[in-house]
């Protein structure tokens, strides 16, 4: 079993960086304890050059128990975003910053769990290295916990949404999560906002 050192997933990495490689590596990653209760890993999906990579949190219900991302309620608002953006589905390759559902159970339901600061730092190997492998133009980060990964915790999403910034080789845009799109009390301007974020994405490709 691992343990909880400041190596979090990078000792399960493989010595071959390829996607392929690297979904069977995560498969058995027990990098923080999120893997003991969730029912599996759910590894990024897309072209092995995209670009554009999109990241979200984590895995919500469905996507825990169907092993793909973004196959839930606010992968369709997501869907949706895309096309209405002109971003094809083929140049796009989603993934989440962390790999395993975190959840507290209520009866027979799972209830979403915000990941923590020590669970986004041990699955970062994983997300280091899907970039260096798909090397996308554009990165699109999806809410708090995409960007805190990938922009550090002094970033805030609602004061640079939709600005192209720096990373490493390529551009970030940050935008929400689509499931707060679903959450809003006016959806649809959430989702104008959303979709104009994503628009700004494809401006910077």
């Not at 730092?121 to 492998?133: D, F, I, M, Q, Y």
């Not at 960007?147 to 192209?164: I, M, Q």
Request: charged share 25%; with cysteine.
């Amino acid at each position: 079993m691992a343990d909880k050192g400041n190596n979090g997933a990078a000792k399960f990495l493989p010595d071959r960086l390829d996607l392929d490689a690297l979904r069977s590596a995560a498969a058995g990653c027990e990098g923080c304890d999120l893997y003991r209760n969730a029912t599996q890993t759910v590894f990024g999906e897309g072209p092995g050059h995209a670009t554009f990579m999109l990241v979200g949190e984590q895995p919500g219900d469905r996507e825990d128990i169907e092993g793909h991302p973004f196959v839930g309620p606010a992968g369709r608002v997501l869907d949706r975003g895309l096309e209405e953006a002109g971003i094809a589905r083929e140049d796009v390759y989603v993934t989440n910053a962390v790999k395993h559902f975190s959840f507290t159970p209520r009866g027979k339901r799972r209830i979403h769990q915000k990941p923590t600061a020590a669970e986004i730092t041990a699955c970062r190997p994983w997300l280091n290295a899907e970039l260096a492998v798909v090397q996308p133009e554009v990165v699109v980060v999806l809410g708090a916990t995409a960007a805190r990964s990938l922009l550090g915790p002094e970033f805030r999403v609602t004061r640079h949404r939709g600005e192209p910034v720096p990373l490493g080789e390529a551009l970030a845009v940050a935008t929400v999560h689509p499931s707060a799109v679903l959450r809003a009390p006016d959806r649809e301007d959430a989702y104008e906002g959303f979709l104009a974020d994503l628009q700004a994405a494809a401006r910077a490709a």
